[in-house]
């Protein structure tokens, strides 16, 4: 690579730490409706940077929810494009009195840099805006034709995202997809991502009576919907861990020999991961290791329950509702749709005629899983290991990001998935933060990636 692009990367570490903070400091929770305009602000502050530093064709793009940030740099006909896809939005802060800085402002404590996206995904994000800026300040141009899908609605199902995509097909058109949107295995461990998990989510709603009922004077005569609940619920998986959904596990692919004695051979210690936790002792399906369980094996998880008194004190009250946030995590080569059908028959067959019963299906997608042998994956290798100085692990993860199958299969295109966040990143809970040597390593890594997939894609 030109030194210059990497003395550039070097010499301007620190204004690239503020620059990434006044990103942070827009709250573009996509979630919540109060903050739409943060997000649009958040999507206009994206683009102006993207402008600034030489990406050409910016544009905020409408969508029927929060608006997406396309650009594009074509300067070098011929050669391969790269399409890079990442989030600007951010999930809620809640709970916030559990955060030791504000989340929207920014804060650095032992070179790491706490904040409501720092990982997912505006870090990872900005980390690419900076090794285009260090390519296209020093050089004048990128090593690849270069296009830019930054979203605003990951972090609520990205209703929008697909639609988008299929009617910007020829827009959206590239060689290979690359994404930064997941941790690394390990800290110190850089780590390239060939699998995700998919997901299904339902909300249950169980209606019992018109109103709550006097537990003494009605106690014993109907069905307590909570009651109902938990036994719908904790039937849900068996004492081997398994889910009991009849046909469930039709379809997952098993896994073979080899990828068992590979997870096994990755430096995981479980008795370490259960302390990290702060679990009195792990417990999954039977037979299956954790990493085998996070990567390769589906479960069903409740996400949230609600109903009934929680209050200080003592209420007799049977409640006239509940209700419960339930998602499956899926696996190779399960359906969503045939797991959402089967989940639906399932719940009306056991859930008794006592209660009503409604199901409201809500986001999800397929799982992804690519061949590590791919050039491009190859690429990304190489690249990261020039940007850290050390071979990468190649890892599954556990979290979906379910557009990367709908490239796979819309656009047919590879996807490298370059992650620099930390298994203790706190994504999604409070205290989020991603680690500035990572942030800066990973800037030199996709300038490095750039270069490399010029070769290959
Ligand atoms: N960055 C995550 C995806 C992720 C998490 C990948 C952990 C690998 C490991 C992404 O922002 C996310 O949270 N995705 C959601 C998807 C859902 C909203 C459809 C998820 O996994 O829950
Ligand atoms: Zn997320």
């Not at 995700?196 to 537990?215: A, E």
């Not at 379809?251 to 080899?258: A, Y």
């Not at 419960?324 to 005629?353: N, T």
Request: hydrophobic content about 35%.
């Amino acid at each position: 690579m030109d030194p210059k692009v990497i003395n550039f990367i070097e010499q301007n570490k620190d204004r690239f730490v503020e620059e990434l903070k006044s990103f942070l400091r827009i709250p573009s929770v996509s979630t919540d409706p109060q903050h739409k305009r943060d997000v649009r602000k958040c999507a206009e502050y994206a683009a102006s940077e993207l402008k600034r530093i030489g990406m050409q064709h910016v544009q905020v793009c409408e969508t029927a929810g929060h608006p997406i940030v396309y650009a594009a740099w074509l300067g070098t006909p011929g050669r391969p494009t790269a399409l890079l896809y990442g989030h600007y939005d951010v999930q809620p802060i809640d709970p916030i009195e559990l955060w030791h800085s504000p989340p929207f402002e920014p804060e650095i404590r032992n070179g790491e840099i706490y904040a409501r996206g720092a990982a997912d995904d505006k870090g990872q994000v900005f980390m690419h805006f900076k090794s285009l800026e260090a390519h296209l300040r020093n050089t004048g141009k990128l090593p690849v034709n270069f296009k830019i899908l930054i979203e605003g609605e990951e972090e609520c199902g990205s209703p929008n995202l697909d639609q988008f995509i299929r009617e910007h097909r020829e827009m959206l058109q590239a060689d290979v997809v690359v994404i930064s949107d997941t941790p690394m295995f390990a800290r110190g461990v850089p780590s390239i991502c060939y699998g995700l998990r998919g997901l299904v989510y339902f909300q249950i709603d169980l209606v019992g009576t018109s109103s709550d009922l006097h537990s003494g004077s009605f106690g014993g005569t109907v069905a307590n919907p909570a009651f109902v609940l938990c036994r719908l619920l904790g039937n849900m998986k068996n004492e081997e861990g398994r889910v009991t959904i009849p046909g469930f596990y039709d379809d997952v692919r098993p896994l073979t020999e080899r990828e068992r004695r590979e997870y096994a051979s990755l430096p995981f210690d479980a008795e370490r991961y259960r302390k990290e936790l702060g679990a009195p002792q792990l417990w999954g399906e039977m037979g299956y290791s954790p990493l085998e369980q996070i990567w390769a094996r589906p479960t069903f998880e409740i996400n949230g329950i609600l109903g009934g008194f929680t209050g200080e004190g003592a209420k007799t009250v049977i409640p006239a509702k509940t209700m419960a946030k339930v998602s499956m995590r899926l696996v190779p080569d399960q359906d969503p749709d045939k797991i959402a059908r089967l989940f639906e028959d399932h719940v009306r067959k056991v859930c008794p005629p006592s209660v009503e019963l409604r199901i409201t299906r809500m986001h999800g997608g397929k799982a992804w899983l690519a061949p590590i042998d791919h050039p491009a994956m190859k690429a990304a290798g190489r690249a990261y290991e020039k940007g850290f100085g050390k071979k990468p692990v190649f890892v599954r993860e556990g979290g979906s990001i379910p557009v990367v199958s709908t490239f796979t299969e819309l656009l047919n295109v590879p996807c490298v998935l370059i992650g620099i966040g930390l298994p203790d990143e706190n994504a999604h809970a409070p205290n989020e933060k991603l680690d500035l040597g990572n942030f800066h390593g990973g800037i030199l890594s996709t300038a490095y990636l750039y270069e490399e997939l010029a070769n290959v894609a």
